[in-house]
């Protein structure tokens, strides 16, 4: 049986989760987007909505990161944010990529990267219309992944 080349990173992500402790995604999306829909909606954009596609993306280099315990944009294997979400099944026209390393809840993560102008920049941009979400616990502190998105 061939599986989708989509299907396989998805499983693959999922597996990666499954390995390291800690690793939780399951309730931070929900959080974290209403968090950045509340302060979108303050600046005058529109929500944005979780797709499963960007949340995969999000998640594997939250994955990444706390494996490697390195806060980077570009994933241990070289790849970049839109790299990732290509991979993980979304065609993005239009990305941002917000990340941290704290071990803050949904408000305070999204607070502190509010108070970063490159990230408030991120999420006060107003074409993005998807969002995904990432959390890996490790090494005392979560490594967070927020990525916001218009398709192509």
């Known amino acids: ?27 931070v999306s929900a959080d974290v987007v209403a968090e950045v829909n ?11 909505r979780p797709l499963a596609s960007l949340t995969r993306a999000a ?15 570009t994933g241990s294997d070289g790849s970049r944010p839109q790299d990732r979400m290509r991979s993980a099944g979304y065609r993005p026209a239009h ?11 949904a408000g305070t993560v999204t607070k502190l990267w509010m108070d970063s102008p490159q990230h408030r920049e991120i999420i006060l941009t107003c074409r993005y ?24």
Do not use: K, N, Y
């Not at 299907?7 to 989760?17: D, H, T």
């Not at 990305?95 to 809840?105: L, Q």
């Not at 090494?139 to 916001?148: H, I, P, V």
């Open 1 to 27: 049986m061939t599986v989708p080349f989509r299907s396989a990173v998805f499983v693959v992500g999922v597996a990666l989760a499954a390995l390291l402790p800690g690793v939780s995604a399951v309730g």
């Open 129 to 152: 219309r998807d969002a995904g979400v990432g959390r890996a616990d490790g090494a005392g502190d979560s490594w967070w992944t927020l990525d916001l998105a218009t398709r192509r």
């Open 59 to 73: 998640q594997a280099h939250s994955v990444d990161m706390a494996r490697h315990q390195r806060l980077d944009h």
């Open 95 to 105: 990305f941002g990529e917000a990340i941290a390393s704290t071990s803050a809840d």
């Open 38 to 48: 509340q302060r979108r909606a303050e600046a005058g954009c529109g929500p944005v």
